[in-house]
């Protein structure tokens, strides 16, 4: 009976064939379109962070602030500290990201719904808001991210941007698989358990302020990731990416891939970044509109995300974990 | 002294602005139970609105101590040819919903919106200054203050004392005062909900593009200044307590004094006072600083 | 006389003036199976919700096995062997029953901390057999809780309690909105998976035939008040118990109605 319980997991296939696929076709598909995937999955990051909370109940309008911080780390190690190793800058960037996630997650742990999105709102707001006027960091402007190394080695021109496209599959891919064994663990349905009734939690002897705290931190940790990935891509950061936009852009990403398996919020994220460059280019002031009304689509008809329609169309369970 | 006068003087002209952009927000979430990012639209088409409306009224020489008028026009066309199909078209099919759903489907909106904007006036600058240019200047301590500034003071006082007699002293006010408290009781009481809610949401509508009709004349109207303001507002509504008017005019207050003594005493910080002013209320009082009692406990 | 397990000493508790526990002396010794009566609104939940930490009282204190838990939060008091079930079943309504009792089984067992160890791993998908056996709603296994019928719902809610091998279970109205033809089952299933695990037992029942059939014990609530405390024989022919319970044996209770807070 308990064997008959225990089902395949296909995710691990899933995200490893993927990452076959992204590197065997970096050598083929033309710059900007790796550049594309490259933005996307580190955007994905953020968003995959985004799911934690998701899953457990909570709307964050602010992990731009971690991503914000991410970067910025990463420009600031690189052009001030003379750091520029992109291993040492996600450690920093991730350290960063978690310390300022543990002080703010001590304070928003306590709040949910709607307080907790216009909390994480607010943070995000004053971090953008100190950057701004910020005349060293440059401002609106933000300022430009040295170009990283690779324990020593330092490619240049388009060496260094495929060097940089396969770590960035490469961490998402580790941190997708990891993220994977996380939600199929007791820490993992406890997200789902605390979404539905936090009393029972409680009652059942697990401290849920505990739980949120780690999910917090830990999504901003991957935030910050992706925020650091983000800088070290387009060789350059400003204050929008702790502008609430930003934030509001990964939440459509979370809801439009759906938050049902780690690959969606990935999935999520790829599809914006390749509507959006086809939208920019074709038609600019249509590039919003779409996105809302594409929003409104999927909180009315498939509040599940995209990831719900793959699942229905296979019609096999691709995520028994979860 | 003189530094003291400016920054309290700075300090209401801007509050008064704050309190302007802001208080359709509260009254928007009081009674419907919806943080509506889309307010930030309603601003920003009220001030393309009367933007485009004061060019071309100056364009054909009409009397110019009239075009004031179009103000409230442009506020009054926002709230019944956008917010109101906005309510009836979208937003009721979610009443009900979770607020964190409808903080969504209004930033769905207000995408939609900013996009429908663009194609409408297109991305360059709109200039209305005449309005303001006309109301000349008044030396205060011998500094010259714009009378506009000084009327905003004016309307920001006649608006909270008009909307505190309708909320307190009529008939209708009172009912949606009802509903503010307890939504389920008024409903059970016989109370029609729907047509309180329409009525809600178009004058917050109007409220809110008023705020960028009176705005049009002091910017240069471009895409995005809704985006900006609709965060200022939050740090509004929310410093004084979500849904509460009179908590509205006291968080414009606080947020607005404390911006202008930074703008004066410390102006590198400027834009970060107002959000972290929200942030620290928030985080201490997350009902805000006035907000009205609950009538249930959850 | 050995030390009681638990033991309540004139606790109060009042809402808005009107005291829902007043004055509330009593104690539960080891391997005791404790009926509790009352009308609706005597303080009957109140109690529990104190007991368990839910709730501060006013004045009094909450011993045990000897120590003061009084200002404990529920999770504590759960971490120490007490553990309650519900008026209104508390589970997590979208996920299956399996999942459930997973989930509960892990905090039980302190790993609610882990990030690696898969949750659905062959030993602890056994144990949860094992225990959703115990109360007979293995086969439901593979169901999503929000559409289970009542008398499923109250005993996993119960199984999930039990998970933490507790002394002391505080059963709120467990055969509440359950027919009157399933009570007998439900109670005859689920006081045998208690009393094997070697817990104490109290319970809340409006139904004097099975408080009758089930109580070795049995305590009268009235107005926040004990007014009855021994044996069911007796405490059932008590006249004050007859006049404000109003229920002889063999008498139609009058059921609580269903509220939608749990812990009315
Ligand atoms: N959280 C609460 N707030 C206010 N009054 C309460 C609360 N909980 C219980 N009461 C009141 O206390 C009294 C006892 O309630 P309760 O303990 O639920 O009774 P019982 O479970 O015996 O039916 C009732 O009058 C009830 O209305
Ligand atoms: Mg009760």
Redesign the pocket.
């Known amino acids: 009976m308990a064997a008959a319980a225990l089902r395949r997991d296909f995710t691990p296939v899933i995200l490893t064939a993927a990452l076959v696929l992204l590197l065997a076709g970096s050598a083929v598909v033309p710059a900007y379109l790796r550049f594309l995937f490259e933005l996307a999955l580190a955007n994905g990051l953020a968003v995959m962070g985004l799911m934690l909370l998701m899953r457990a109940g909570l709307v964050s309008f602010g992990q731009g602030l971690y991503y914000c911080l991410g970067g910025y780390t990463a420009g600031i190690a690189g052009s001030f500290l003379g750091i520029s190793d992109v291993f040492a800058l996600l450690a920093l960037g991730a350290a960063v990201a978690a310390v300022v996630g543990l002080l703010c997650g001590l304070l928003i742990a306590r709040y949910r719904e709607i307080f907790f999105a216009m909390l994480t709102l607010a943070f995000t707001m004053v971090l953008y808001g100190l950057l701004i006027n910020n005349e060293r960091l440059g401002s609106t402007d933000g300022f430009n991210v040295p170009a990283p190394h690779f324990l020593g080695w330092a490619p240049e021109g388009e060496r260094l941007g495929l060097t940089l496209f396969v770590v960035t599959c490469v961490l998402v891919y580790v941190v997708a698989l990891g993220l994977h064994r996380y939600l199929g663990s007791a820490m993992g349905y406890l997200g789902e358990a605390i979404r539905e009734n936090e009393l029972r939690v409680e009652y059942l002897g697990a401290s849920v302020r505990r739980l949120l705290l780690v999910k917090y931190v830990l999504a901003a940790v991957l935030a910050g990731l992706g925020g650091v990935l983000t800088g070290l891509a387009v060789g350059h950061v400003d204050p929008d990416l702790a502008n609430w936009t930003t934030s509001g852009e990964f939440l459509f990403m979370a809801l439009l891939g759906g938050i049902e398996n780690v690959a969606a919020p990935l999935l999520g994220a790829l599809v914006l970044e390749l509507v959006r460059s086809y939208a920019l280019e074709y038609a600019p002031y249509l590039w919003q509109m779409t996105l809302g009304a594409t929003m409104l689509v999927i909180i009315l008809f498939l509040p599940g995300g995209l990831w719900s329609l793959a699942r229905m169309r296979k019609g096999a369970d691709l995520t028994p974990e979860l | 002294m003189l530094t003291l006068v400016v920054i309290v003087l700075d300090g209401l002209v801007y509050s008064s602005w704050l309190f302007i952009v802001a208080v359709g927000l509260t009254l928007i979430y009081g009674v419907l139970r919806i943080v509506n990012v889309a307010h930030g639209s309603f601003y920003a088409l009220g001030a393309y609105v009367m933007a485009s409306a004061a060019g071309y009224y100056f364009a054909r020489g009409l009397p110019p101590q009239a075009n004031y008028l179009i103000i409230p026009l442009a506020a009054l066309v926002v709230g019944l040819v956008v917010g109101l199909p906005l309510e009836r078209g979208l937003l009721r099919f979610f009443y009900g919903r979770d607020q964190v759903v409808l903080v969504l489907v209004t930033y769905a909106a207000f995408l939609v919106l900013e996009d429908a904007t663009k194609l409408v006036w297109g991305v360059d600058p709109y200039y209305a200054v005449e309005p303001y240019r006309l109301l000349g200047t008044l030396s205060v301590g011998g500094l010259p203050y714009a009378v506009y500034d000084l009327c905003l003071i004016g309307v920001a006082g006649g608006l909270g004392a008009v909307l505190w007699w309708g909320l307190n002293r009529t008939r209708n006010g009172k009912l949606l005062g009802a509903v503010i408290h307890d939504r389920e009781m008024s409903e059970a009481f016989g109370v029609n909900v729907t047509p309180i809610f329409t009525a809600t949401f178009v004058l917050g509508a109007m409220l809110g593009a008023l705020g960028g009709a009176l705005t049009a004349p002091e910017i240069s109207v471009v895409p995005g200044v809704g985006a900006e303001v609709i965060v200022l507002a939050f740090a509004v509504v929310v410093t004084g307590g979500l849904g509460s008017v009179v908590g509205a005019m006291l968080g414009a207050l606080i947020v607005g004094m404390a911006r202008a003594a930074v703008i004066h005493l410390a102006p590198s910080v400027e834009l970060f006072v107002v959000y972290l002013v929200m942030a620290v209320v928030l985080a201490l009082r997350p009902q805000g600083l006035f907000a009205p009692a609950a009538a249930r406990k959850i | 006389m050995t030390e009681p397990l638990l033991e309540a000493l004139r606790l109060k508790k009042a809402?808005?003036g009107?005291a829902?526990?007043d004055d509330v002396s009593l104690t539960i010794a080891e391997r005791e199976l404790v009926g509790i009566i009352?009308?609706?609104?005597?303080?009957?939940?109140?109690?529990v919700?104190i007991v368990t930490g839910y709730?501060k009282p006013d004045s009094g204190q909450v011993r045990f096995r000897g120590g003061d838990i009084t200002r404990l939060t529920p999770r504590e008091i759960t971490r120490l062997g007490i553990v309650r079930s519900f008026?209104v079943a508390q589970l997590f309504p979208d996920l299956t029953v399996l999942d459930n009792a997973l989930i509960a089984l892990a905090v039980a067992a302190r790993t609610e901390g882990s990030f690696f160890r898969p949750l659905k791993r062959y030993e602890l998908v056994e144990q949860v057999f094992g225990l959703l056996r115990g109360f007979a709603i293995d086969a439901y296994a593979a169901h999503k809780t929000a559409a289970l019928p009542q008398g499923v719902r109250k005993l996993l809610d119960i199984a999930m309690a039990m998970s933490g091998r507790p002394r002391l279970v505080l059963l709120?109205e467990p055969t509440s909105g359950v027919s009157k033809d399933e009570k007998f089952l439900l109670m005859d299933r689920l006081l045998e998976a208690l009393v094997q695990s070697g817990a104490s037992v109290l319970f809340?029942e409006h139904d004097m035939e099975l408080v009758e059939r089930y109580a070795q014990r049995l305590i009268a609530?009235n107005e926040?008040r004990v007014i009855a405390d021994g044996a069911p024989a007796a405490v059932l022919a008590d006249p004050q118990v007859r006049a404000f319970v109003g229920g002889a044996p063999g008498k139609q209770p009058q059921g609580?109605r269903p509220t939608s807070?749990a812990?009315?």
């Open positions: 809402f808005d009107l829902a526990v009352g009308a609706n609104g005597a303080g009957k939940t109140t109690f919700n709730l008026q709120d809340i609530f926040g609580e807070d812990l009315a």
